[in-house]
């Protein structure tokens, strides 16, 4: 079995239900979190369906499916919002977001699953998360780049919530 690339991503997008379902539940424990009236970039959004969801309950929402990690010097926003994305990417696509992002925000509300994610694409099994690790391991990460305060909520056995805050 191997690691899922983009070009699996493209396939699963379009050929099954991925990511049609699910994304705003998975959500519900770190939106609470959020303030309604702080811009919120939302990265890792898929079809962009939580996105949706918030701006029409009043939310400053953005969201991009993949942002590359520069751009975020560019971008304004109070707090970055990632549904079960960050365990998708290899730790060298990890260490870097974490590099770019963690500093362009007061806040970081991101939930994170760690348990395998087996998928067939094209008659092959894939594995979707190429990080499978516990919170302790992530806080650890976070910390060679964010002196703030972080907060774990446990969300059910497989998945986590992290809450950076200034």
Known sequence: MRHATSADYEWLYANTDYMKSGQIDRAKEAIKWINKDDPVVEFGCGRGDLARHMRLQGYIWTAR???????????????TVSIDVMEHLSEQ????????????????????????DIHTVNGEEVELHT???PWTWWAERIRRYWPGKITQETINCHRFLLVMER
């Open 65 to 79: 499916d993949y942002i590359s990690p520069g751009v975020f010097k560019y971008i304004e926003f109070h707090t």
């Open 93 to 116: 696509e990890m260490e870097r977001m974490l590099f770019y992002v963690l500093p362009c925000a007061n806040k970081h509300v991101w939930a994170i699953a760690n348990m395998s």
């Open 131 to 133: 990080i499978q690790k």
